[in-house]
């Protein structure tokens, strides 16, 4: 059982939109605070946002701000990621990642591929 998947991925105009899910299993997913990181190719792992386990807590990186919403629905144990105005320097693997900071369990993804190009 794979503990967290990622979808949604895809190709993408520049300027549109895509919602990625992070779909978790097998954990009490509530419990854990979840970060998207990406990494484009000959770059390195980027964060860029992340959500506290209640959902009332968020944060994102420059480079995404603004353009990004990320969100959770701890009833079917999901984050999204909602992203709009995508540029081709958005084109990337896209990871999640769930973390509980009082038990050290750290979980990834398999990651989904976002490709930004006309």
């Known amino acids: 059982q794979v503990p967290l998947v990622e979808s949604g991925g895809g190709l993408v105009q520049p300027g549109g939109s895509l919602r990625l899910s992070c779909a978790a299993s097998?954990?009490?997913?509530?419990?854990?605070?979840v970060r998207w990181y990406r990494r484009a190719p000959g770059k390195e792992r980027e964060w860029i946002a992340l959500i506290n386990s209640g959902g009332g807590g968020t944060s994102y990186a420059d480079s995404v701000k603004g353009r990004a919403t990320i969100s959770r629905d701890n009833r079917k144990n999901t984050v999204y990621l909602q992203m709009n105005s995508l540029k081709p320097d958005d084109t990337a693997v896209y990871y999640c990642?769930?973390?509980?900071?009082?038990?050290?369990?750290?979980?990834w993804g398999q990651g989904t591929q976002v490709t930004v190009s006309s």
């Open positions: 097998g954990f009490t997913f509530s419990t854990y605070i």
């Open positions: 990642n769930a973390d509980n900071p009082y038990n050290n369990y750290n979980y």
